[in-house]
């Protein structure tokens, strides 16, 4: 399955990836606070609708914390 | 081989520059300089150097600034306003420790003030001139041939102690001509491992001057003092002319001190004994020296074009009870021989001690 | 099935958090200018100039070798840079206050010269570090510290537009403006970016991109709201697009 890596230490919650991510699959984790005190990203993948790698959270993460795992299909 | 010439002050200067291995100039037009990027604009492509009329001195400090972190010996050069606009660029080098010359062939200020020979810059080139704790290594010609020889001196200064250094002249030295020797020292340019030249073959490194963690910036300000106590120890350059049994001690620097070394030697004439001292770098300040020669006789007087710079520091470096007046032209005039002798002959008869008062010329 | 790791930092930036407010994009303009660098394979010759402002701390991010400018000079200070070292690849690395009010006269005469560097410039319409004034960009209406009331164009002028003042001059080769604001426009800066390293890598002369950035806390918005300011306000004040693109020589 595809999926992606947040660095949720440290994120510092804009929602930026929430905000883009076209199948809804990052949210902000309400139930946690991290080192820098804020509620970080968290990647929930949904079999309904996976993730397609299509790295746009990763694109718009402005602290450059996401890394993305497709498989393999050669890369776009 | 040394190679007489006769060259005018500024191109002597220019000379020195390239006999030092400067191959970068960064300038902008003001009198009394025009001279040293006129003829460096033509000499620097002969020897593969680069010319840059900047738009202004505030742009020309920081290409220096960018060619002297890139490892390169560089230059500027310009007078008065031109230099005061320099005066940030200068403290950024200063706390960046970062090599370079400066030339502030003097005019009069303040303001626009004009464009005839003065002194009047020496405070600002002595004590930093810019914002926070340093000093620029400041040496003070009084020939042509010292233009040549104390400009190779000052990139040599600069490199050695990773700072700027400046070449504080002024328009009489800039415009006159005189004989001098083209006798370079051997051209060794010293390695300089923390340039940026990009990160090839060793760690990413950085020039800056700026320290925010707690304690960061008054270490890197003790650091820096230490460099510049260390100029005082080791870099003096004073030239002196002393007798026996003095009455009275001429102290001047630059141009000036030509006009007070023939007033030396004309007093000498009517059998008064003058010493001479002349700072060759005003910063470092030749404390120690004068502080022992005044040790020896009780008068001082320092002469300067304008309103006693340089006395505050004679004042501050005599003998305990040794006193100072100061014969002082702030406007562009020159203090002539005959009027420094009046002034010797009147602190001759002043019998022991004198008022620390200011002659007006 | 294996996985492939397609998206990770880029080389030349360095394993740290960056010390920016949340949502702010200096750290996308980071990523995209090291990614450039990776591309082209010039990390081992390039060095950055940053400005001062929010900007400065680059130095601690780029694995690079780095110089510190005062405010506004980077222009100069990359000049020099240039001309001792010019197989070099040299950046500067500029706010909106820096590069559009103090540094006005060094970033026009450095284009003008055609010096064959290359200028990052973040417009967020705001002094970041020093706390929210109004920048030579700030929008006309745009409340800061120092226009409480919003910047009134009869006392305070208008929006300085860099890259269209920049664009025509002869020495200039490539001025493009960009967004960060979508994951759409991050890909269309990333070729800006690579664009004018390129042409500074066949001495095609000076490059220049402005890159429209939020800047959440001295905004008073939310990420979210930064998002909807720069598609609705940003864009119409400073619209994108290559102004110019002359091939190198």
Redesign the interface.
């Known amino acids: 399955m595809n999926r992606i890596e947040i660095r949720d230490e440290s994120c510092k919650g804009c929602q930026y990836c929430v905000i883009f991510c076209p199948r809804e699959l990052v949210q902000i984790d309400k139930g946690r606070i991290n080192a820098l005190g804020y509620n970080p990203a968290r990647f929930v993948d949904n079999p309904d609708r996976p993730c397609r790698g299509c790295a746009l959270c990763a694109e718009i993460c402005p602290d450059a914390l996401i890394e993305v795992y497709r498989k393999e299909k050669g890369r776009s | 081989m040394s190679e007489r010439k006769i060259l005018r002050g500024c191109v002597a200067l220019a000379e020195g520059a390239i006999a030092a291995g400067c191959r970068?100039y960064?300038g902008y037009p003001i009198t009394p300089q025009n001279d040293i990027p006129e003829y460096l604009s033509a000499r620097l492509p002969q020897v593969e150097g680069?010319f840059?009329q900047?738009?202004?001195e505030?742009?020309?400090i920081?290409?220096?600034?960018?060619?002297?972190?890139?490892?390169?010996r560089?230059m500027t050069s310009s007078s008065g306003p031109g230099i005061s606009l320099m005066q940030?660029?200068l403290s950024?080098m200063a706390g960046?420790e970062l090599p370079g010359l400066v030339v502030n062939i003097t005019r009069i200020g303040p303001g626009l003030g004009g464009i005839a020979a003065s002194q009047g810059d020496y405070r600002q080139a002595t004590r930093g001139g810019g914002h926070g704790d340093y000093h620029l290594i400041v040496l003070a010609p009084n020939s042509v041939q010292e233009m040549y020889d104390l400009t190779i001196k000052a990139f040599y200064l600069a490199d050695k102690y990773r700072n700027p250094a400046m070449i504080l002249s002024d328009a009489i030295l800039g415009q006159m001509k005189e004989p001098l020797s083209l006798d370079p020292p051997p051209l060794v340019l010293p390695e300089k491992p923390w340039a940026?030249?990009?990160?090839?073959?060793r760690k990413?490194?950085?020039?800056?001057?700026?320290y925010l963690a707690d304690g960061e910036m008054e270490q890197h300000n003790w650091h820096l003092h230490e460099k510049y106590r260390r100029l005082e120890r080791e870099e003096v350059l004073v030239e002196t002319d002393l007798e026996e049994k003095m009455e009275v001690l001429l102290v001047a620097f630059g141009s000036c001190s030509r006009m007070v070394h023939s007033a030396v030697e004309l007093a000498r004439s009517r059998g008064i004994r003058v010493g001479f001292l002349r700072p060759v770098t005003v910063y470092p300040f030749p404390r120690q020296a004068l502080r022992e020669v005044s040790r020896e006789v009780g008068k001082v007087l320092v002469v300067e074009m304008n309103t006693g710079q340089m006395w505050d520091d004679v004042r501050l470096s005599l003998y305990p009870g040794c006193r100072a007046g100061l014969l002082a032209r702030p406007g562009g005039g020159i203090p002539a021989p005959g009027q420094i002798l009046a002034e010797i002959e009147n602190l001759v008869k002043a019998g022991d001690g004198i008022d620390e008062s200011v002659y007006q010329a | 099935m294996a996985l492939t790791k397609v998206f990770t930092r880029p080389d030349s930036l360095r394993d740290l958090d960056f010390h920016f407010c949340p949502g702010c994009h200096h750290g996308t303009a980071h990523r995209l200018i090291c990614e450039a660098i990776d591309y082209h394979g010039i990390k081992k010759k390039t060095i950055g100039i940053p400005g001062v402002g929010c900007g400065v701390f680059l130095y601690n991010y780029f694995d690079l070798d780095v110089c510190e400018a005062p405010h506004g000079r980077a222009p100069a200070v990359a000049t020099g840079f240039k001309r001792v070292l010019p197989q070099n690849i040299i950046f500067t690395y500029q706010g909106d206050g820096d590069l559009g009010s103090i540094g006005m006269s060094e970033i026009i005469h450095t284009a003008n010269r055609g010096e064959n560097i290359t200028v990052f410039f973040i417009n967020n319409s705001v002094y970041g570090m020093t706390g929210g004034q109004m920048a030579p960009t700030t929008l006309p209406g745009q409340k800061t510290t120092t226009t409480p009331y919003g910047r009134d164009f009869r006392t305070e002028g208008y929006p300085i537009r860099m890259t269209e003042m920049l664009a025509p001059l002869e020495g200039v080769a490539f001025a493009a403006r960009v967004s960060l604001h979508t994951p759409s426009q991050v890909k269309k800066a990333r070729k800006a970016v690579l664009r004018a390293l390129d042409i500074q890598l066949k001495n095609g002369g000076f490059s220049f991109v402005e890159f429209l950035c939020a800047c959440p806390t001295n905004w008073g918005l939310s990420p979210r709201q930064c998002i909807e300011k720069i598609d609705k306000e940003m864009l119409q004040a400073f619209p994108l697009g290559t102004y110019k693109d002359r091939q190198g020589s």
């Open positions: 970068f960064f680069v840059i900047a738009e202004s505030i742009a020309s920081n290409m220096l600034l960018g060619a002297a972190a890139a490892g390169a560089a940030e660029g950024y960046s940026l030249t990009g990160a090839r073959g990413a490194q950085l020039i800056k001057s700026l």
